[in-house]
């Protein structure tokens, strides 16, 4: 896989996980892409290539294994928020993707 190819598929998986932990929009197919786009990152960034300007050559530049590591917990977290939202646990209850005042986190307990 070509690294702008890579990077592209990045902010793409970035953007789908904004998508399903900020604004909670369309959960089930969000959360899908999400798990699927980290886990594509996290398995190919092994064998990442970069061509060179100069001869068009392709040149290993493989993706250190920290932040492949770290693209495998994002998208087992986004499978796991898939699941959870299937079974009807996630988002909790009483939360609409908005934020509450104190005032109201403390009504909501009484």
Do not use: H
């Amino acid at each position: 896989m070509l690294q702008t190819y890579w990077l592209a598929l990045a902010v793409f998986a970035s953007w789908t996980l904004y998508c399903w932990s900020v604004q909670t929009e369309r959960i089930t197919l969000m959360t899908a892409l999400s798990a699927f786009s980290w886990a594509i990152l996290a398995l190919k960034g092994g064998s990442v290539q970069q061509r060179v300007s100069g001869t068009g050559e392709l040149v290993a530049a493989p993706i250190p294994r920290e932040l492949r590591y770290f693209c495998l917990v994002i998208g087992v977290l986004s499978l796991f928020a898939f699941i959870l939202y299937r079974w009807g646990q996630y988002p909790p209850e009483g939360t609409n993707g908005q934020d509450q005042t104190p005032e109201q986190e403390v009504d909501s307990y009484a």
